[in-house]
């Protein structure tokens, strides 16, 4: 079994607020298509990028910082921590946390795993190298093709306040198909808006985790078992 060893997931709130998280990117046009419609309904959300997709895109880095979005860390690419030698892995951890805040230009305090998965022990050494954990409470399953609007609803189900909900701007792990399975083909900026604006139906305030997470108690896991990311 794999376990997430102090992860952040959620926080403990009756306000109407949650934050929206994408891993993966940053993706070239999925990406921007994305921070357009964040900026057309005012909403914050948090990009967990790449190194690589990072170091090629460093102008969609900056464009996600300066219009007031948070970047947080996904590692050199999306190889499991759970694969590598615990010091290469905290190893290509760090580097790739400086190759990212030298693109952003700001620091990172965010990490979170490929598919949320890690031990105990690389937790602790990770918190002492001041990288939060930042899981998640609610999953899109929009790492496959899909309906927009079975995304939407899929994405709907786990909104709840507090939440932390998992989308992507891109897909790292193709080679992970499952059978009958497909990349993602629908339109990743018009299920964002048709989840934003149902959001904004409901009264709801989408943030950055960062700022949800100042403001407001953590609900942190010792144990929760994780499949995606």
Request: hydrophobic share 40%; proline share 7%; no cysteine.
């Amino acid at each position: 079994m794999v376990w997430d060893s102090f992860g952040t997931f959620a926080v403990r709130t009756g306000d109407r607020v949650l934050a929206l998280t994408y891993d993966d990117g940053p993706h070239p046009e999925h990406t921007p298509a994305l921070l357009d419609v964040l900026a057309q309904h005012g909403a914050g959300a948090t990009f967990f990028v790449l190194e690589g997709p990072a170091r090629r895109h460093p102008d969609i880095v900056r464009r996600i910082v300066d219009e007031g979005h948070e970047i947080g860390l996904h590692g050199p690419d999306h190889t499991s921590l759970l694969e590598q030698p615990t010091s290469v892995a905290l190893r290509r951890v760090r580097d790739s946390r400086a190759a990212v805040e030298a693109v952003a230009g700001r620091p990172v305090a965010l990490y979170r795993p490929p598919y949320g998965r890690h031990t105990p022990a690389q937790s602790r050494i990770l918190a002492r190298d001041g990288l939060e954990l930042a899981i998640w409470s609610g999953d899109a399953r929009d790492w496959v093709d899909a309906p927009e609007e079975d995304v939407v609803e899929a994405a709907w189900r786990s909104v709840h306040p507090g939440a932390v909900l998992l989308l992507h701007d891109d897909r790292a792990d193709p080679e992970r198909l499952g059978p009958g399975e497909q990349l993602p083909a629908f339109d990743k900026a018009r299920v964002l808006d048709r989840l934003l604006g149902r959001l904004a139906d409901e009264g709801y305030l989408s943030m950055t985790m960062g700022a949800m997470l100042r403001a407001y108690p953590r609900v942190r896991t010792y144990a929760r078992e994780r499949s995606r990311s």
